[in-house]
């Protein structure tokens, strides 16, 4: 098996985003030719040494349950959820139609809402600062404003987390892209980045979610069918709550709130809340960033572990 990890410090976090990309696709495609046809899970530089025996095993197991996700059109953005059984909601932008949608998910969709927003002024997913481009993916709020004064982002704003681990191996740099109000009418592709929706439909939106742990889809449109989640994920599941936890937490009694796995294009995040039960009964979150660079294969990226 090649040591990934020397590989990727050594050569991929050394050379230009395109080359990079180049090269990644050219290795992963001649090491897939000699794994036997499953859905494969590589580890490369990011997660705990500790997890690396379980996914380098799993990559040479037969599994066949898992062994297709269609590139073109997904069945639906959650590829797996399981909780407590409250309903999953998700903000979905499809810059093409200037529409936010706010979808509920309790083993099916519920579109709850549409709303129109503004969208950048330039096609295309965002790859640099000023490009006045919206970035496209699946994002997380970080960051939560609010004013009672009405600004030129309305009464509130909520940061994204732009760029992600996603955007950085592609390159993609810049930064300060929201979902905000705004002071006045909003008109068709007129921002340099942000999403942006009126002062009274942001204000809506925010009082029938947690905007701050809802994720956001931002696609050119939306290559979804809504269809209920399949089992496809679930084989791989215990393997994702082992590489949720930092090294320093794997021997500590852990539980998962719940557990959600969602896709679009050739990117997978898997989150959760987790609490950690030690001294202090410590909560976290974690997700997990993987690449499905070809329908048999996943590429796990990074975890993002923050405490609350």
Not at 30 to 37: G, K, Q
Not at 90 to 102: C, D, M, N, S, T
Request: hydrophobic share 35%; charged share 25%; glycine share 6%.
């Amino acid at each position: 098996m090649v040591d990934l990890n020397n590989f990727s410090k050594r050569v991929v976090l050394k050379i230009n985003p395109y080359t990079r990309r180049v090269i990644w696709a050219l290795f992963i495609g001649i090491l897939s030719a000699f794994i036997p046809f499953s859905t494969h899970l590589l580890l490369l530089n990011s997660i705990d040494s500790v997890h690396a025996n379980k996914f380098t095993q799993t990559a040479s197991a037969e599994t066949p349950a898992q062994t297709r996700i269609k590139s073109a059109m997904w069945g639906g953005p959650i590829l797996f959820h399981q909780g407590s059984g409250e309903p999953v909601h998700l903000i979905l932008v499809e810059k093409a139609l200037q529409k936010l949608y706010l979808y509920r998910y309790d083993g099916r969709y519920q579109l709850v809402k549409s709303y129109t927003c503004s969208t950048g002024e330039k096609n295309g997913t965002k790859r640099q600062e000023k490009d006045e481009k919206t970035p496209e993916g699946i994002y997380f709020n970080v960051k939560e404003y609010r004013d009672s004064k009405i600004t030129i982002f309305g009464d509130r704003a909520f940061g994204l987390n732009y760029p992600d681990v996603f955007d950085d191996l592609e390159g993609n740099s810049g930064g300060g892209i929201f979902l905000h109000g705004a002071n006045r009418g909003i008109k068709p592709f007129k921002t340099n980045g942000c999403v942006i929706l009126s002062n009274d439909d942001i204000s809506d939106l925010d009082n029938r979610i947690q905007i701050k742990s809802t994720p956001v889809i931002i696609g050119e449109r939306l290559p979804y069918e809504f269809k209920p989640a399949t089992n496809e994920m679930s084989e791989l599941i215990p393997l994702f709550k082992q590489a949720m936890l930092p090294k320093h937490y794997v021997n500590l009694e852990s539980e998962f709130s719940y557990i959600t796995v969602i896709g679009f294009q050739d990117r997978i995040v898997v989150f959760s809340e987790v609490l950690i039960n030690d001294s202090k009964n410590l909560v976290g979150f974690s997700r997990l960033y993987l690449s499905r660079p070809a329908d048999n294969l996943l590429v796990l990226l990074k975890r993002k572990w923050q405490e609350k």
